[in-house]
């Protein structure tokens, strides 16, 4: 007997049949350089049942290559007579190993998750691993202020495009330069920001298992769906508050526009004009505070030229409000319209329909 090749592929698994030296392997035998394949068992060709089965019903018997198992005390393995059950059972339990493997990793992963144990590699940004406690994350100072900055931003009315620039012109490292440690001179965008902005572990509820891989044969990961989400409230210390987390929500979402004193109207972002869905623009007379469609007062096109003054809507909101809850208010404030409210419609007649949230 004289030795072709070796075939070693290091670093897969089993699993997965798209291995460079197994390609190479079944190029070499499909030559016909090939007669004997000897491997130590027949986990090592594979754990992927049907591939696995492909190789040992079809591409060996057609090029006459006889399958050596050392461990399984196998020889000369290539056709229906040469131990057909045997090898059905041992491809059989190969496939099954590794899912049982992914099953009790996973368990054993979601275990800590619930008990809120971080067990992802890195640490969010703005925060690091405990020296002290396993699976714990605590702040980092430097990162946090960052964060911080990025929420204050926001509610100051800049845009995220203008906190990248402000970012990459003190050139704070980013993120994953932060994390690694390392100095690449790579540039803040507003993916980062927008990441940033919308996770919810900054106020210190951790909230893991957001993506997962398909099984344990495919292993790409998806998106976790909402009720699949393993959330631990007041895990960790916070760097933004829960109210500034859902202030920067509601601008966000809806576009609102911060003036020069940091101020934001209340209704900002949640009115619109029923005709043609352009938003109302604030604008001030002497004696009051109006809304009128934007489109209209800049003549493009809109023929909607009724207005809606201020203390009115806030009045018709409450009512509205108070109609539909057992708990009354009295004074509108901007919590309530976020809580409450998707959007408010000034109609073609001059009327207001307000759209609620479903509860």
Not at 155 to 173: A, C, F, R, W
Not at 322 to 345: E, P
């Amino acid at each position: 007997m004289k030795i072709y090749n070796y075939y070693v592929d290091n670093g897969y698994s089993g699993t997965n049949f798209d291995r460079p030296e197994l390609k190479r392997m079944l190029k070499d035998i499909s030559n016909k350089k090939v007669d004997i394949v000897i491997v130590k068992d027949l986990s090592r060709l594979g754990r992927n049942y049907i591939e696995v089965g492909e190789l040992l019903d079809s591409i060996l018997p057609l090029y006459d290559v006889k399958l050596i198992l050392i461990n399984d005390n196998i020889y000369g393995l290539n056709d229906e007579e040469d131990s057909y059950l045997l090898k059905g059972l041992l491809n059989i339990y190969n496939e099954n190993y590794p899912r049982d493997i992914s099953n009790k990793v996973k368990t054993a992963l979601t275990t800590k998750k619930i008990n809120g144990e971080f067990v992802t590699s890195y640490a969010p940004y703005g925060y690091k691993k405990s020296r002290y406690e396993k699976n714990k994350i605590t702040i980092d100072t430097e990162a946090a202020k960052t964060v911080k900055m990025i929420f204050d931003s926001i509610e100051k009315g800049l845009s995220k495009k203008e906190i990248v620039d402000i970012l990459n012109k003190k050139e704070i490292k980013t993120p994953m330069e932060h994390i690694k440690n390392t100095n690449e001179g790579k540039k803040w965008n507003v993916s980062m920001t927008t990441g940033i902005l919308n996770n919810k572990v900054y106020t210190g509820d951790l909230i893991q298992q957001k993506r997962k891989r398909i099984s344990f044969k495919n292993h790409k990961f998806v998106k976790t769906k909402e009720d699949e989400l393993v959330i631990t409230k007041n895990n960790h210390m916070e760097i933004i508050s829960k109210e500034q987390f859902e202030r920067v929500q509601d601008i966000i979402k809806h576009s609102v526009k911060v003036n020069s004193n940091n101020e934001y109207d209340i209704f900002s972002g949640y009115l619109k004009c029923a005709e043609c869905d352009s938003n109302l623009t604030i604008r001030k007379s002497k004696d009051y505070t109006y809304y009128a469609c934007s489109s209209h007062i800049r003549k493009r096109g809109c023929n909607n030229k009724h207005t809606v003054r201020k203390d009115i809507l806030e009045e018709k909101v409450i009512t509205e409000i108070n109609n539909r809850q057992a708990k009354k208010i009295d004074k509108l404030n901007r919590k309530y319209i976020f809580d409450l409210i998707n959007m408010i419609y000034l109609n073609e007649d001059g009327l207001i329909k307000i759209e609620f949230k479903m509860r």
